[in-house]
């Protein structure tokens, strides 16, 4: 009987992302699964849920296609059809304990503090985008784990709009989808597509098995060729 995705995420709590990383090897779920130059801005977070896509694009409302037309529940609509939405009309839509996972900031800044803490308050687990962000102190003090490209004082909210939430996205060159698990430590983060889950969580345990058993090797000196011989344990996947 397949668990539930509530259940994984729990042992996935437990886990490193390398594990996972070991286990999409295994199954060669190679492509596009990982964040590039995605971090924490903090060493130590450790984050897992399902993802919450949206999608920003650089839009210059005075020059790109058409005029705006009109306001209603804080979505502006546009005469080409194109609806832009405002960063709280977003998080609105986030349910508790999910991962805010953005993406289309292609290294803009699009993030501060303000934004951070109703995040936190709204009961998102965690956020991850392509992006920069500022006010770093206390962003770095916070409750809440965030992964992104770096910090930079230069905003560009005045171009850097959200056309769309729910949806498949590319965020740091991994490709997310809503509900798809997403994952981030020291090391950076993977994405687990969710129709893999239950084979690569097949797989996760007995890297994680592996792994503790490679430590054990090396704390009771064992000799290198015998490490190595337990490490091959996850050479091949779990049948």
């Given amino acids: 009987m397949k668990k539930k995705v509530e259940d994984h995420i729990r042992f996935l709590k437990t886990c490193e992302t390398g594990f996972v990383t070991d286990a999409l090897l295994l199954l060669k779920i190679n492509t596009g699964c990982w964040m590039d130059g995605v971090f924490s801005r903090r060493k130590g977070d450790h984050f897992v849920g399902q993802a919450f896509t949206t999608q920003l694009s650089y839009i210059d409302i005075d020059k790109d296609a058409a ?3 009109y306001y209603q529940d804080m979505v502006i609509t ?3 059809g194109l609806k832009i939405y405002t960063t709280y009309e977003i998080l609105g839509h986030i349910p508790k304990e999910f991962v805010w996972v953005i993406g289309g900031s292609n290294g803009g800044n699009s993030w501060g503090d303000k934004i951070y803490n109703c995040a936190y308050q709204h009961g998102v ?3 991850v985008f392509d992006g920069t962000s500022r006010d770093n102190v206390r ?3 916070g409750p809440l ?3 992104c490209k770096g910090i930079s004082i230069r905003i560009d909210s005045s ?3 959200w056309i ?3 949806v498949p996205i590319i965020c740091a060159n991994a490709n997310v989808k809503p509900g798809d698990i997403v994952m981030g430590d020291d090391d950076g983060v993977v994405v687990i597509p969710l129709e893999h889950l239950d084979e690569v969580m ?3 345990e007995m890297v994680k098995e592996v792994d503790t058993l490679s430590d054990e090797a090396i704390k009771n000196h064992l000799s290198p060729m015998e490490v190595q011989n337990v490490i091959r344990k996850k050479a091949f996947p779990r049948k």
Avoid: F, G, H, W
Wanted: glycine share 0%; hydrophobic share 25%; charged share 30%.
């Fill in 202 to 204: 097949y797989q996760v």
């Fill in 164 to 166: 769309d939430y729910n």
């Fill in 139 to 141: 962003i770095s003090e």
């Fill in 67 to 69: 005029e705006t037309t």
């Fill in 145 to 147: 784990p965030m992964y």
């Fill in 78 to 80: 546009r005469t080409d």
């Fill in 159 to 161: 171009r850097l709009k």
């Fill in 125 to 127: 687990s965690a956020v």
